[in-house]
T-cell receptor, first 115, second 113 residues
């Protein structure tokens, strides 16, 4: 199994540009999420989804949009990139509330630089 | 936003020694406490997790100690090896799934020969 696949691995944007980070999982997970990782701040939740057609905001949602049209895909859109969005972005998925294991499976990340 | 406080920020341990990373939480509704391990250039991966009905969980060289009254939990790595050098994150969530999973700020562990 491929697990959680993120593309691209690296991206450089200019301030004001828009782009979409792609995330796909092949484990039939109901729950998918996006985190950003910044030095000294750990992993902060941007947006999440508990199923197709259902999305909600996490801790740091401003400047980002998401949609979930299928179980497999959960793209993250940067509407107008700002230098403050320079970060490493991780997509993660899991079964939702299965009561036994809440193991999150992470992708390998996208390193984004906004100039 | 619920908080999980992690310390130290960085840790250097000699090969064969014991590495200890500590976390404290505030929300008494938390009932799931995982530790994630992250190697450079990779995404975090679940290492070990504990529920508050036990005070300790051991998997190989990795042990979680849990103190419910103090609202603290810690990761102990016995016989630390250079391959354990990584960043470690503690986290916590309640019975509402991963949408409320809160991570600590991470500890960069370096094991020296």
């Amino acid at each position: 199994n491929a697990g959680v696949t993120q593309t691209p691995k690296f991206q450089v944007l200019k301030t004001g540009q828009s782009m979409t980070l792609q995330c796909a999982q092949d484990m039939n997970h109901e729950y998918m999420s996006w985190y950003r990782q910044d030095p000294g701040m750990g992993l902060r939740l941007i947006h999440y989804s508990v199923g197709a057609g259902i999305t909600d905001q996490g801790e740091v949602p401003n400047g980002y949009n998401v949609s979930r049209s299928t179980t497999e895909d959960f793209p993250l859109r940067l509407l107008s990139a700002a230098p403050s969005q320079t970060s490493v972005y991780f997509c993660a998925s899991s079964h939702h509330r299965d009561g036994v294991s809440r193991k999150l499976f992470f992708g390998s990340g996208t390193q984004l630089s906004v100039l | 936003q619920q908080q999980v406080k992690q310390s130290p920020q960085s840790l250097i341990v000699q090969k064969g020694g014991i590495s200890i990373i500590n976390c404290a939480y505030e929300n008494t509704a938390f009932d799931y406490f995982p530790w994630y391990q992250q190697f450079p250039g990779k995404g975090p991966a679940l290492l070990i997790a504990i529920r508050p009905d036990v005070s300790e969980k051991k998997e190989g060289r990795f042990t979680i100690s849990f103190n419910k009254s103090a609202k603290q939990f810690s990761l102990h790595i016995m016989d630390s090896q250079p391959g354990d050098s990584a960043t470690y994150f503690c986290a916590a969530s309640g019975d509402f799934g991963n949408e409320k999973l809160t991570f600590g700020t991470g500890t960069r562990l370096t094991i020296i020969p």
